[in-house]
Nanobody
Framework: QVQLVESGGGLVQAGGSLRLSCVAS????????MGWYRQIPGNQREMVAVRLRGGTITYADSVKGRFTIPGDNAKNTMYLEMNSLKPEDTAVYYC????????WGQGTQVTVSS
């Protein structure tokens, strides 16, 4: 029904920037939120940034002030602007649509070298 495709990951040096993109196909009209999660090797998946229906955005403390979900996205597209990247940001980043039915993208690898 719903497919999410992330892109934009890659290898970047500490202090650099990346922009991740998530394009959704299918109906997401009933979703409660859309957001970005990440899974650091050896850890459970964690919330990075979530945009609630209506536009309110919540950021994890670890990325606050460095990562941004821009407010000018198309309805079916979400971006994550990542600045001042740190090695501890290295993870697989996932786009998610959350609601009574939740959907996840395949993930895109972000690697930050020191």
């Amino acid at each position: 029904q719903v497919q999410l495709v992330e892109s934009g990951g890659g290898l970047v040096q500490a202090g650099g920037s990346l922009r991740l993109s998530c394009v959704a196909s299918g109906s997401i009209a009933s979703s409660v939120a859309m957001g970005w999660y990440r899974q650091i090797p050896g850890n459970q998946r964690e919330m990075v940034a979530v945009r609630l229906r209506g536009g309110t955005i919540t950021y994890a403390d670890s990325v606050k002030g460095r990562f941004t979900i821009p407010g000018d996205n198309a309805k079916n597209t979400m971006y994550l602007e990542m600045n001042s990247l740190k090695p501890e940001d290295t993870a697989v980043y996932y786009c998610a649509v959350l609601g009574r039915d939740s959907y996840w993208g395949q993930g895109t690898q972000v690697t930050v070298s020191s």
